[in-house]
């Protein structure tokens, strides 16, 4: 499977040159830096799979996360929403070859904490092993393994992403992809720390306010968002994305829709688009399905 890149990831990788890709499906989300990415394509299927029922959703708190409690908060409240929401639902609109459509659900199943197992410089193959190591402990301090369960892996902002072409604040602000475990195959998700490179991965149109009055949870869930619906609709490479290689998330990349005005928790002005439960949210739009597809924050739109 390759790779997919867009906007500033594009130009890193040709200056780079060809790089080989690791054997586990893996899709690379570039930074707000390159803008909004632009296509006149309609979104089309590549006959592969897409993830039918609920999805439940395990984090892994990776480096150091002691100080970062409210930011944990606000991620696993984000993740426990996400599934009953009209943005999510948009997912719905990308069947596979016998109709069937994710329906839109998640969970969260839970957390566990890795402090630097991998060291502060990851490749994927380390995020994938990550997980893999916290499957094989299970128990009170690992995982379980669910053949349903999407598995994040969130930084602490000392802690970087460099594969080949693959970098970090200057190629992507996320990954995806898929690896295998005492034979049994997975899914995860890497989303980096904004702190890190608040310029390209924390950057949002409200400023220096944000709506839960933290920049990097606030980037975070907008990221983690943006994977998670891209994992949903082409979960290894063969499912749902354009011509250029886009997938729905990506198509709307660095977009926002209609916002309105919020005031977050330190009483600071701030925008957002969407709400679940009691928080509010800024998040990147997504690709709505149809002949004349579009950028939205609902399906309902």
């Known amino acids: 499977m390759n790779r997919k890149l867009t906007g500033l990831a594009i130009v890193f990788a040709l200056v780079l040159g060809a790089i080989g890709t690791p054997a586990s499906a893996q899709q690379g989300n570039a930074s707000t830096n390159g803008g909004p990415a632009k296509t006149d394509s309609r979104i089309l299927y590549h006959n592969g799979r897409v993830l039918l029922g609920a999805q439940t959703i395990y984090v892994v708190w990776y480096g150091n996360w002691a100080s970062d409690i409210n930011r944990q908060i606000i991620l696993a409240n984000f993740i426990s929403d996400l599934g009953s929401s009209t943005y999510f639902q948009i997912n ?7 109709g069937q459509a994710p329906n839109g659900a998640l969970t969260y199943g839970g957390a566990a904490n890795d402090a630097y197992s991998h060291g502060a410089t ?10 893999a190591q916290l499957i094989l402990t299970g128990g009170a301090t690992g995982l379980p393994f669910d053949a349903s369960a999407i598995y994040v892996v969130l930084t ?10 693959t970098h970090f604040c200057l190629t992507c602000c996320n990954l995806h992809g ?7 195959p997975f899914r995860w998700v890497f989303v980096g720390h904004p702190a890190r490179c608040p310029g390209s991965c924390g950057s949002q149109p409200s400023g220096v306010h944000t709506a839960n009055g933290d920049m990097a949870a606030d980037a975070m869930v907008s990221w983690l968002a943006h994977a998670l619906n891209a994992v949903v609709t082409n979960p290894e490479n063969d499912g749902w994305f354009d011509r250029y290689g886009l997938e729905n998330s990506e198509k709307c990349e660095g977009t926002y829709g209609t ?6 928790l330190w009483g600071e002005s701030a925008l957002a688009n969407v ?12 690709w ?4 004349k597809g579009h950028c939205s924050t609902s399906y309902l739109k």
């Not at 602490?156 to 072409?165: N, Q």
């Not at 898929?178 to 049994?184: C, I, L, N, P, R």
């Open 92 to 98: 719905n609109g990308y069947p596979n070859s016998a």
């Open 122 to 131: 990851l490749t994927e193959a380390d995020v994938a092993d990550v997980v």
């Open 156 to 165: 602490s902002p000392d802690v970087t992403l460099e594969d080949g072409a």
């Open 178 to 184: 898929d690896s295998v475990v005492a034979g049994s």
């Open 259 to 264: 916002t309105y005005p919020v005031t977050n």
């Open 275 to 286: 709400q679940f439960g009691s928080r509010h949210y800024l998040l990147q739009q997504n």
């Open 288 to 291: 709505v399905n149809g002949k």
